[in-house]
């Protein structure tokens, strides 16, 4: 990453949780930027928020280009920015309960859990394939 990302990532990641990408919004616009790097930051956003959805049958990489256009269009619009801050605190909160819930559970139960992960992966893999590869 150039110096500027690294910037941007670390003050970020500086703010606090549910005010981040708020605070993280204001700071961009104190700046100020061309219309053409605003344009371009919207449009990016956009574009990886549809690349996301198309992505989304392979979980990993369609969730990730979600985050990441919803990122880019927080960077420019308030209204994105406040969702992504209510969904990270509600996104915590979930992580927080299912961690307390698999450190308590029987060693048969992760069992069952991580293969019944394995195999709804393994099937969403198979449809996504025989969708895109099917004559």
Known sequence: MNQRSTHSWQLLKGFPAGKRFELFFNHRRSLGSSFIRRFFTFGGGIFL???GFVFLPTPVPGILLLFLGA????QESLFAARFLDWAEVRFRQYAGKSSSFWKRAHISLKVLITLSLICLLGLVGLRAYLLIFAM
């Open 49 to 51: 928020i549809m690349a």
């Open 71 to 74: 990122s880019l269009l927080a």
